[in-house]
């Protein structure tokens, strides 16, 4: 079963604000929640974590209803350094006992003019 | 900010080669990672390792893979006899625990071409 899914591609444009919203149905007690941006021939960088409610930091902000089972990275007025792929990652890997990450195929963003 | 560096950034290699590559982690960390992304692909998950052995590692990190941390601030990965399709980006990655709740940093990445 898969860890999160979300969205494999999206578009926008500048100034709008974007939202990429992630399932993780079968998300752990434990779990956070976390997402990362990733730009070609990169590695990937940490944008925001959290684990109920919202969460808001500099860059992004992270929505996540009661029941956990899905939350929404929210980029507010992005610009065409935005393009990049998203990454939603949960926590501790029941299916396979894995502590470490993770990653999925996350969504690429491509914002245009 | 404190930040993983990766050396080197490029390296090409013949198959069949060793090749060491290497990262120093944030300074007060203590858990290590190596992941790698085939051009187009996932990244992958490889190998964690913590207060000197590994503490999990990926089907892919067979025999031919090895980590160390030869002193107090390195910490490698040494690919024994490197085949065609070792060819990829390796990142490695560092955090201060590995509850849910702790961030991973990951480094740049050092890509390896393997020809």
């Known amino acids: 079963l898969a860890k999160t899914t979300q969205p494999i591609s999206m578009d926008s444009y500048e100034g709008q604000e974007v939202n990429i919203t992630c399932s993780h149905n079968n998300i752990a007690t434990n779990d956070y929640i976390t997402w990362y941006q990733q730009f070609p021939s990169q590695g990937p960088r940490f944008i925001i974590q959290g684990y109920k409610t919202k969460v808001t930091n500099e860059v992004a902000s992270l929505f996540i209803p009661a029941d956990r089972k899905s939350s929404t990275l929210s980029l507010p007025r992005v610009s065409l350094s935005d393009t990049a792929v998203y990454y939603c990652l949960v926590g501790d890997n029941e299916d396979t006992g894995r502590r470490a990450l993770t990653f999925g195929s996350g969504t690429r963003l491509q914002v245009q003019p | 900010e404190p930040e993983v560096t990766q050396t080197p950034s490029h390296q090409v290699t013949q198959m069949g080669q060793e090749v060491i590559l290497r990262c120093v982690p944030i300074s007060n960390h203590l858990y290590f990672y190596w992941y790698r992304q085939i051009l187009g692909q996932k990244v992958e998950f490889l190998v964690s390792f913590y207060n000197n052995e590994i503490s999990e590692k990926s089907e892919i990190f067979d025999d031919q893979f090895s980590v160390e941390r030869p002193d107090g601030s390195n910490f490698t990965l040494k690919i024994r006899s490197t085949k065609l399709e070792d060819s990829a980006m390796y990142f490695c990655?560092?955090?201060?625990?590995?509850?849910?709740?702790?961030?991973?940093?990951f480094g740049e990445g050092s890509w390896l071409t393997v020809v």
């Open positions: 990655a560092s955090s201060e625990t590995d509850n849910s709740g702790n961030t991973i940093y």
